[in-house]
């Protein structure tokens, strides 16, 4: 037994290794609301890279675990810093342009102005502050989200990680889009 340990302590330092730094990188996240039907729905687990924005910044579309009001929520992410966010007969418009959005199935967005939505200092000119995200969940009438008074603008330091794969139901694993 102490010559099996002997030769194999360097494999089992390495795989000590490689559990810490997945549970420092890793997080699962089932979800407990409706808000990213139809695609995500309640209950489902997702893989969450905790220091994917350590090297880079949240974009347009990713979905992200937020810590707001010492509660996670699984939102995605609409409008980054710097930008001009509306929406206009159901259409979401960033710098001008329309985002193409599939994965909301026929969840319709009511029209707002960013205006409207921005509930910190910093808003002036309807354009996102620095460090501030707009998110939304996928279910556009039933989300609480960025456009809600009391959850508001997400900033960069409460976006806890990032989705990268749906883990359960074990036959919808997918890659998160």
């Known amino acids: 037994m102490k010559r099996f340990f002997k030769r194999n302590y360097i494999y089992f330092i390495l795989i000590t290794i490689i559990i810490v730094g997945c549970l420092l990188m890793f997080k699962i996240y089932s979800i407990k609301d409706n808000t990213m039907n139809p695609l995500y729905n309640i ?19 990713d979905v992200v675990l937020i810590n707001k009001n010492n509660s996670l929520y699984i939102r995605r992410i609409i409008g980054t810093p710097k ?48 460090d501030y995200y707009l998110v939304m969940g996928d279910n556009r009438e039933g989300s609480i989200d960025s456009r809600n008074h009391e959850f508001g603008l997400v900033n960069i330091k409460d976006i806890k990680g990032k989705a990268l794969l749906r883990l359960m139901p074990v036959d919808k694993v997918i890659v998160v889009k």
């Open 43 to 61: 209950d489902d687990s997702f893989l969450i890279n905790k220091l994917n924005y350590l090297i880079s910044k949240p974009m347009t579309k």
């Open 83 to 130: 930008d001009d966010v509306y929406v206009n007969n159901g259409i979401i418009y960033i710098n001008g342009l329309p985002l193409l959005e599939d994965y909301v199935g026929n969840h319709k967005t009511m029209d707002f102005n960013f205006n409207d939505v921005c509930y910190i200092k910093g808003c002036e000119g309807g354009i996102l502050p620095d």
